[in-house]
């Protein structure tokens, strides 16, 4: 059946606005290949660790696709093919919709886990401000702080759209602008979610 003229052109504007969360990740992956290529010493560290963690094999020589791998799991997911399927709003909400919305800082912080969503929404009834973020197949519910954690700022009016909540509002236009603000926020940083430590070697 086709797409309605209105439709086609939602869905042509949402794949235009997941290629730009797609591209960044390719161009961070062309920049870590460098590094590899150079050897540089927590960039060859982290790859090292990731590839023994996921059992992938080491490369004689790295390629774009090994980069495009390590740097998705740098951003909180598994692999490439995890990162494109989540960025592009292709998941379903109950599959593993990785880790990009939390970061290892924001443990120090108060914050709460939620195993359903109904249960996470449950716990936002009781008052004050608010935000549902998803991390995995979980849900974490934080407040002003845990969001300038991640970089964001609260006020935003992208955060109304949302209703305060990545879970219901995966995929939309104000959720995708988000995901470009968090993925500009964590530029420079390596990696994301964890800090390898040598025992995990």
Request: hydrophobic share 45%.
């Amino acid at each position: 059946m086709p797409l309605s003229p209105s439709k086609e052109i939602a869905l042509a504007s949402s794949q235009v606005a997941a290629s730009e969360l797609l591209r960044e990740v390719k161009i961070r992956a062309r920049v870590r290949l460098n590094d590899l290529a150079n050897q540089v010493p927590d960039a060859m560290f982290y790859a090292r660790w990731i590839s023994r963690k996921r059992r992938w094999a080491l490369p004689v020589s790295w390629k774009l696709a090994h980069a495009l791998n390590i740097v998705s799991t740098e951003l909180g997911f598994q692999d490439w093919a995890h990162a494109r399927r989540v960025l592009e709003g292709r998941a379903q909400l109950s599959d593993d919709l990785g880790g990009l919305w939390y970061d290892l800082r924001c443990q120090f912080l108060l914050n709460s886990w939620f195993s359903t969503y109904a249960d996470a929404r449950s716990f936002c009834r009781q008052g004050g401000e608010r935000f549902l973020f998803p991390f995995a197949k979980q849900i974490v519910v934080g407040d002003e702080n845990f969001v300038r954690m991640l970089g964001l700022d609260p006020t935003s009016s992208l955060w109304k759209e949302t209703g305060n909540d990545l879970v219901a509002s995966y995929g939309t236009r104000a959720w995708r602008a988000l995901c470009s603000a968090r993925l500009a926020a964590t530029r420079g940083r390596l990696p994301i979610g964890r800090t390898p430590t040598a025992r995990n070697l």
